[in-house]
């Protein structure tokens, strides 16, 4: 039977259980430890964070955009509308209705002289500025310039007197000779209806066509008289585009644009009406 040596097997089992302990021991300190130290880290973050900020949920008020207010509607009031509404349509054959009907009222002869003052305003504003004074060439002598301008001043002062003389001068010329045609027309309309007193006693025994035939023509309209007869062929040839008959009458001042003859009153009316959007015109007869 072999021999055990009991005293020595049990040192060692005391040496194995005392290495254990320790071991444990140490990993429990170690434990510890980092418990520790996780805890004192958390209070050091918790101490040195930043306070938090609340925001605010209150919503802000939403603010009405003001309604658009349109200004109202302008009322406009045309002339013409009341002109049809008091118009008289003469419809009769009778000699004294169809001369007051030939006679151009007031306001087309306001129209008219109207329309004359601004064609005479407008060339007197083109012969002025077309007549500018030529003024004469510098020289390299300064001392000969501040001579000459006075000069210069009176020969200005000259043209101006002169030019104004001219234009009063003109003024009057075409003063008389508007006289004389008011006078030739005058004239014309009497030759006119005294040609018109025996042909009234041949109608009146034609039949209703012939009437009618004759009556027919008699109206017209005017759409402008003008001393440049370049704007007379520019009215023309809007007149054309517009599908009116246009014609040019000159005279020794004037180049008039008539339309027609068109027919009776009424149907000059119309076209009169169709006319407005190219130009004014009056009626008159032919």
Do not use: H
């Amino acid at each position: 039977m072999p021999q055990r040596d009991y005293v020595a097997r049990s040192n060692e089992k005391k040496s194995k259980k005392t290495q254990k302990e320790s071991a444990l021991k140490k990993v429990l300190i170690l434990i510890i430890g980092l418990i520790l130290g996780c805890g004192i880290a958390l209070w050091l973050l918790k101490a040195n964070a930043p306070a938090p900020t609340t925001v605010s949920n209150t919503a802000q008020p939403v603010q009405q955009q003001p309604k658009s207010q349109l200004p109202s509607r302008p009322e406009e009031s045309w002339s013409y509308i009341r002109d049809l509404e008091t118009r008289t349509v003469i419809t009769d054959n009778n000699q004294t209705s169809q001369e007051r009907l030939a006679q151009l009222t007031t306001q087309q002869k306001q129209q008219i002289e109207e329309r004359r003052k601004q064609e005479e305003a407008r060339l007197a504003e083109q012969v002025q500025q077309n007549s500018t004074v030529e003024t004469p060439a510098e020289t390299t002598d300064k001392a000969t310039i501040v001579t000459q301008e006075p000069q210069l001043s009176d020969e200005a002062l000259a043209a101006k007197k002169a030019e104004e003389e001219a234009l009063a001068k003109q003024k009057i010329e075409e003063k008389r000779k508007q006289d004389e045609l008011k006078k030739q027309q005058a004239k014309l309309a009497e030759e006119k209806a005294k040609k018109e007193q025996p042909a009234k006693i041949v109608a009146s025994a034609a039949t209703p066509a012939d009437k009618a035939a004759n009556q027919a023509g008699k109206f017209g309209l005017q759409c402008g008289a003008f001393k440049n007869k370049a704007q007379a062929e520019n009215m023309q040839a809007r007149l054309a585009m517009a599908g009116f008959n246009a014609r040019i009458a000159s005279s020794a001042d004037w180049n008039r644009v008539f339309v027609g003859p068109v027919g009776d009153r009424a149907a000059t009316s119309r076209a009169q009406s169709n006319a407005r959007s190219v130009a004014e015109c009056v009626i008159v007869a032919m």
